[in-house]
């Protein structure tokens, strides 16, 4: 007896857990995200210089330089500094814009995918509509209509990238309401809402996170790439793809103005593309076969 | 064949006519008054009467049908207005880079294919290998960096360092066709690598996927060499959802294009369309969006059609 009410408490997650413990990429990506959350957090301890600090007297110092271990930039700001600062930036952008886009993505695939009909085929239109554009083009395309600046980015991308859990959660959706418990629950009387958020959307969880993983991974490079062309934060900021924006004009003088911002991009890319991965295997053990 | 063909083109109609009417709508949704951003900052003392009476000649003051319906006319004639900023025309502007963009891309999109097919194919046959460990986490690696970054490395190395390519531009063609290619290597590769690095991820698990039907079985029971079972039996099957990814893949292209022309100064529409958002050209960036979406979509049309080729059981009734 108490074999089996131990065996109840072994939730789908903790199954989860334990096989995404056994990656070691995917653990070595979770040990880099949380690193960098702790870094974000404790910017203002660990930074030796606040980010916007300038010293006209050593300007383009080369990494390794006393007090400055990665150098200093055109205005003689800490670059090692600016990279601290510039954590809070990205991971906000990447929490925010996946935020933005998996809450609207989540409940138009949702509705769609629950009530089918003429609603499913207004919201899958749309959806195949944004399909027709080239997403990065039409991420600049909106910040070029509202003006450039971090804030634009982040809506510009949520707005671009919904698209793709609407398509997700409504195809989870399809196959969902189709069995008992849906029945059960609307036979006790539970509203729409309750059935679509309470009884199948848990059920649908799994993929939704996975690409909200990866989803965060493809915020930080995309909104980079905005900034870097000027679409984004502006150059004052210690935003990573704006630092690389100033930094690129410097390649022959101070190449290490575009080499670290970069390399700070890619290791919290990766982090958050090995830790997708990992969920991905981790929740669909079958694919690893 | 021919009746997917012209249904297929049919079917593009109403994506083109949304795409128009979002890039229409541009000059409606950007926040200000049409008439002062189509007169750029050239203008700074306006009088208001005098906004009036453009507002009237431009045909602001229509209803927005009667606007959009002129303005598809015009467009549909290759006329898309003239530049706020150099008063080209347009239409005319965007075409002559057009070339250089599609021999960006296409190179880009060959060099990813290049590289992604073969890794792909070898990281499935040796499964769990040291090749596979080595091609898998350099695939990841390429998912994860910003192209930007790739480009400004590879330029500070071959170009300021070792000085073996060029930095900037494309050089023209008649200073001979290597002169364009030393030019092109640089740009088509940083864009090409993440490409195929998605492309490399995709091959892998496509083919392994393959591996596991029946026919391969069969064909392997018959005695056939391996490298027959690979190319004819598994590589043709496993092919057709990488074409459909190639397909949207170049719409990413497309969208890095943008970026890395910007940093090789590549005469190309994806640095005209980031000039003319800097000086908030709006007839520019308008032309320049609705060709780029215009190219996405017949490419997927092609890809579309491609199948039927791939694959004789689509036939689409």
């Known amino acids: 007896m108490d074999n089996v009410s131990q065996q109840k408490k072994r939730s789908l997650w903790i199954d989860v857990w334990a096989r995404f413990k056994k990656n070691r990429l995917a653990m070595v990506g979770l040990f880099i995200i949380i ?52 954590t809070r930036i990205s991971l906000t952008v990447g929490l925010v814009v996946v935020a933005m886009s998996s809450a609207i993505g989540v409940t138009l695939g949702a509705i769609a995918g629950y009530y089918g009909g003429w609603v499913d085929s207004i919201i899958m239109r749309i959806v195949d509509f944004l399909y027709a554009f080239p997403f990065f083009i039409l991420a600049i395309t909106i910040v070029a209509i509202l003006g450039p600046s971090l804030y634009n980015a982040m809506l510009a991308l949520a707005l671009v990238n919904w698209v793709g859990y609407a398509r997700m959660v409504r195809g989870q959706f399809l196959a969902l309401k189709q069995r008992e418990f849906v029945e059960a629950a609307r036979a006790v009387g539970a509203s729409g809402f309750r059935i679509m958020f309470v009884h ?33 934060a502006d150059l004052r900021s210690a935003e990573w793809g704006a630092m690389l924006n100033a930094g690129k004009d410097y390649l022959r003088s101070a190449p290490h103005l575009a080499t670290y911002p970069g390399l700070a991009i890619m290791i919290t890319v990766l982090a958050f593309n090995f830790v ?10 079958r694919l690893k076969q | 064949m021919l009746k997917f063909i012209i249904r297929r083109l049919l079917q593009a109609i109403p994506t083109l006519l949304g795409i128009s009417i979002v890039v229409f709508l541009m000059v409606h949704l950007a926040p200000g008054d049409p008439v002062l951003i189509m007169l750029g900052s050239q203008e700074q003392a ?45 239409f005319k502007t965007i ?32 499964q769990y290998s040291a090749w596979d460990y080595i091609g898998m986490v350099g695939a990841l690696l390429g998912v994860s960096m910003p192209a930007f970054w790739l480009a400004l490395l590879s330029m500070y190395v071959f170009s300021l360092k070792l000085g073996w390519l060029p930095a900037t531009g494309m050089g023209h063609f008649s200073q001979g066709l290597g002169t364009v290619i030393k030019h092109l290597i640089l740009p088509s590769f940083t864009l090409g690598f993440g490409m195929a690095a998605m492309t490399t991820r995709l091959t892998r698990s496509s083919m392994l996927e393959v591996f596991r039907q029946d026919y391969i079985r069969t064909a392997k029971a018959k005695g056939l060499s391996e490298k027959v079972v690979i190319y004819r039996h598994a590589l043709k099957n496993a092919l057709i959802p990488i074409v459909t990814v190639i397909g949207t893949q170049f719409g990413s292209l497309l969208g890095g294009a943008v970026v890395t022309e910007t940093i090789f100064a590549w005469p190309g529409m994806g640095r005209q369309a980031i000039a003319s958002i800097q ?10 969006v609705l060709l780029m979406c215009l190219i996405f979509v017949l490419v997927n049309l092609i890809v579309d059609i491609s199948y039927t080729w791939l694959d004789p059981r689509i036939r689409y009734d």
């Open chain 1, 35 to 86: 690193v960098l959350y702790l870094i974000a957090i404790f910017a203002d301890v660990l930074a030796p210089y606040p980010y916007d600090k300038m010293n006209l007297s050593n300007l383009y110092a080369p990494p390794g330089t006393p007090g400055h271990p990665l150098g200093t930039d055109e205005y003689g700001r800490d670059l090692l500094s600016r990279l601290i600062y510039g």
């Open chain 1, 200 to 232: 199948l959307l848990p059920n649908a969880l799994g993929p939704v996170i996975v690409q909200m993983s990866l989803g965060v991974a493809g915020a930080i490079l995309s909104a980079s790439g905005l900034s870097f062309l000027g679409l984004g």
């Open chain 1, 276 to 285: 997708g991965d990992g969920l991905r295997d981790a929740l669909d053990p």
């Open chain 2, 46 to 90: 306006i009088t208001p009467e005098r906004i009036e009476e453009l507002r009237e000649e431009w045909g602001f003051n229509d209803p927005l049908y009667v606007q959009y319906w002129r303005w598809l006319k015009n467009a549909l004639r290759g006329d898309l207005g003239k530049s706020i900023y150099t008063g080209q025309d347009v």
């Open chain 2, 95 to 126: 075409v002559e880079r057009i070339p250089a963009t599609l021999l960006l891309t296409i190179s880009s999109m060959i060099v990813a294919i290049a590289i992604s097919l073969p890794v792909g194919i070898i990281s499935a046959v040796r």
């Open chain 2, 279 to 288: 000086r908030r050209d709006l007839p520019m960036i308008q032309g320049n």
